[in-house]
């Protein structure tokens, strides 16, 4: 089967996954991509771009497109000849949540909702996002003053299934604790995320400060990517951890971000926006012990014995926990082995079949022209 793979932001965890499938399929997976900037932008005018681009639609069996393109547009430019297109939700513009004062565009909302509606197969990277997105697109369809067409989504959701993204390991899969690095003297909390405001980033250097106060020793990292406008509490963190700062800037080089991984003893994610969890898992996989919030995505990633010191309740929680194993690391070797080894099962090397399956099923075998 031969895949067109369009994905209008190519950038973060969207080209991580684009690139990770696109490796590991075993079908010819051809990714079509625009720059990781302004997208909104990208919402009303990828489809045009991409169609543009693409010089024989025909040859393709799938379009695989992600949530920034406009699927109704993107069929309508293509035409009769244009093969069946799957959706895949990264996130939505339903129910994404806002920056302060920051008024939500309801058109782009309603764009997810029309895109689902005209696609063939419709995939999600969790079963909270699902529910999310059907949560969030009824409410809209209730604000509407008429025509009000609540039966689409019945539609959309029989098309529908969560289908988890891989991640990128080496050939190791996982780290077990003999491979770890040691060479700290100090344990290692690890920030791997986007330098956004849904990642929430006050609450986690709030929680760090404090124990820092408190005569707590530790070493921090702070990588991930950054995009636009960098949040004020990004700003002065090299003056309020100076002893503990060990990186502060994101890792270019796939081997130096794993290196630090490999030395982190705890990834905290404080998240008021997660439909996945790539960065953690990838921390996880390389034997970081995570620490997350009992919401959002987060309680889908782990197993159902570990979850009790794994999920945190809230800010407090979040401390006394952190505090514990920056203490007593040692005490956590041997679960952070077992939560590493469950992590390497979301490796492409594993998820690319299920991917593969997946939409193979979407369009039939009887439609596959290969």
Known sequence: MKILFLEPFYGGSHKVVADGFAACSRHQVDILSLAPRFWKWRMRGSALAFIRQIKNLTEYDLVFATDMVDVTDFKALAGPQCPPVVLYFHENQLSYPLEPGEKRDFHLGFTNIISALSAEGVFFNSQFHRDDFFSAAK?????????????????????????????????????????????????????????????????????????????ILFYLAVMGEQYGTVPEEFKGIEERFDAELLVYRYQEQ??????????????????????????????????????????????????????????????????????????????????????????????????????????????GSGRSRN
């Open 139 to 215: 409410a809209l369809i209730r604000k509407m003053p008429d025509l009000r067409p609540g039966w689409i989504l019945d539609k959309i959701r029989g098309k529908t299934c969560v289908l988890y993204p891989g991640i990128d390991l080496d050939s190791r899969g996982f780290v077990t604790s003999e491979q770890r690095d040691s060479s700290l003297d100090l344990p290692l909390v690890i920030w791997n995320h986007r330098w956004e405001y849904d990642k929430n980033p006050k609450a986690f250097f709030n929680v760090l400060e404090r124990l820092k106060g408190r005569g």
């Open 254 to 363: 796939v081997a130096d971000y794993r290196k630090w991984l490999a030395k982190g003893s705890v990834v905290i994610s404080t998240a008021i926006q997660e439909n996945f969890g790539i960065s953690v898992l990838e921390a996880v996989a390389h034997g970081c012990f995570p620490l997350l919030p009992n919401r959002l995505s987060y309680p889908e990633l782990i197993p159902e014995q570990l979850k009790s010191d794994v999920i945190y309740r809230d800010d407090a929680d979040l401390e006394a926990r952190l505090e514990h194993i920056l203490v007593q690391p040692q005490v956590y070797q041997e679960r952070a082995a077992a939560l590493s080894a469950h992590a390497a099962g979301f490796s492409w090397s594993h998820m690319a079949e299920k991917w593969d399956e997946a939409l193979y099923q979407t369009i």
